[in-house]
């Protein structure tokens, strides 16, 4: 904030209520703007650090509830008092409904509208730390990127974090799918709750229930003492349940169970135990191509996905990479404490042509290893080159990794690696590429727009 206590606008067509306000509020140590022209408001919360907005209802160049609209269209959360006068107490119930933070009837009561301005300004101090402890999350954990795919998981973290709905997350391993379930968490109002991960597919079937649901000492063979559930832990939490669809079928009958109760009892004990737990599910594979095939239940499916999140393949989101790469290197120069590496252009084209099988997880690890390892502060192309053919999931493992893909698919995903070395090892010369390749230019230039491989970065001459 500009000052200590904050910055506000004040809205509205009488002079004189703007004058009185005004002088007011600057004794109580606030910064003070003013305006009588509704238009003149939504520019100066595009081009102002205000923190608060006090709003007339009623003015004769734009109604208040419109101006209300537009305001929280552009910034959502910051906080706006409106001023009623005479009459017009209906308009203002309405204005808290459509997102105003309370009202006020004119003639102002000086402790009143003090109080209310504290209130807000507080509210907004916490949504900004949310937000900011929201970013922090992200940055963290790796969920940064500027493609219009990471844009829109950003949006739909916020719409979860909202609803608290029932959330279900798929994506190839590697590519953040708990990271997008501790954003949400931290985004929501449980974020001061406990985020507790259980991973399906570690755990063996024989004590998966035991684990989600505790159990009493005595209830079986080794249950030498009570133990507390994932699921009590998660109280006032969030659960994150991760590789959904290796749970059994009849696990997935009591978690629906609890699910919809929001109860769960204890293996050996007949005692409800009351939950208040956010639930968010992740799966590396086709949750509905698991209902179809019945080996995953349908109304559990339904349960799980009311807000359905998918992260695309680093392949899939290529501009990311360079962001994530210099995101990497500076959190990885930092804790080692050297100077900022970064990467020759002809490095960065090495990685942004690789089709990263392991996804955000592969580039993070290769990353680390070049700052270990590379004691330039540039990376060239070589080091790029040699880094990744040691710790490469290709093409020793492809098929391996491609267990889940068509042959089609696999075939493909081949030849584009195929055509990537030649392109690398020829230096971009398309006529050696393709007389190596002994296929046609033609042919070599429509598999290039086929598997969208392009010269993202030309080597510059470096004496």
Not at 24 to 49: C, D, F, S, W
Not at 103 to 129: C, D, M, S
Not at 268 to 276: A, N, T, W
Not at 300 to 309: D, G, M, N, P, Q
Request: charged residues 30%.
């Amino acid at each position: 904030m500009d000052s200590e206590k904050g910055t506000l606008l004040l809205v509205d067509d009488d002079l004189k209520v703007l004058a009185s306000l005004s002088t007011l509020l600057q004794n109580y140590g606030y910064r003070v703007l003013t305006t009588p022209h509704p238009a003149e408001a939504l520019t100066l919360i595009e081009r102002q650090p205000i923190d608060l907005i006090l709003l007339d209802l009623v003015m004769p160049s734009m109604d208040g509830l419109t101006v209300l609209q537009k305001v929280l269209e552009k910034r959502p959360s910051l906080p706006v008092v409106m001023l009623s006068g005479h009459g017009t107490i209906a308009k203002a119930v309405e204005a808290t409904k459509m997102g105003a933070f309370d009202f006020l009837e004119k003639p102002v009561e000086i402790e009143k509208i003090q109080i209310t301005i504290e209130n807000a300004l507080a509210k907004y101090r916490l949504e900004r730390e949310r937000q900011s402890l929201l970013k922090h999350a992200l940055e963290r954990y790796q969920m940064v990127g500027v493609s219009a795919a990471i844009r829109e998981i950003f949006e739909l973290i916020e719409k979860a974090a909202a609803s608290d709905s029932k959330v279900l997350i798929s994506g190839e391993s590697g590519t953040g799918k708990e990271l997008v379930a501790r954003a949400i968490h931290l985004r929501s109002k449980r974020a001061a709750g406990p985020f507790v991960t259980v991973n399906c597919a570690a755990i063996p079937e024989e004590l998966i229930e035991s684990e989600l649901f505790g159990h009493e000492k005595g209830a079986f063979t080794g249950a030498v003492e009570r133990k507390t559930g994932q699921f009590e832990l998660a109280h006032r939490g969030t659960l994150f349940l991760d590789e959904i669809t290796d749970m059994s079928w009849r696990l997935q009958a009591k978690m629906l169970q609890a699910i919809e109760t929001e109860e769960i009892h204890r293996i050996g004990s007949g005692e409800l135990i009351k939950v208040d737990t956010s639930i968010i599910a992740a799966s590396n594979r086709d949750v509905r191509e698991a209902v179809l095939k019945k080996t995953f239940r349908e109304d559990l499916y339904y349960r799980l996905s009311v807000i359905k999140i998918h992260i695309p393949p680093l392949r899939e989101r290529r501009e990311d990479i360079p962001v994530l790469v210099n995101h990497f290197l500076k959190n990885f120069c930092e804790e080692r404490k050297r100077n900022l590496m970064r990467f020759h252009p002809a490095a960065m084209e090495v990685l942004l042509n690789y089709s990263w099988p392991g996804n955000v997880r592969e580039l993070r690890n290769l990353i680390e290893k070049i700052v270990v390892l590379c004691p330039e502060e540039v990376i060239s192309r070589e080091i790029a080159e040699l880094s990744l053919k040691e710790t490469s999931l290709e093409p020793k493992s492809f098929l391996i990794q491609e267990t889940g893909a068509t042959l089609l698919e696999a075939r493909e995903r081949l030849e584009r690696e195929v055509i990537m070395s030649k392109l690398l090892a020829t230096d971009w010369d398309y006529e050696k590429t393709a007389r190596e390749l002994q296929i046609s230019r033609a042919t070599l230039f429509n598999k290039l727009k086929k598997y969208g491989i392009k010269r993202k970065f030309v080597e510059p001459d470096i004496k």
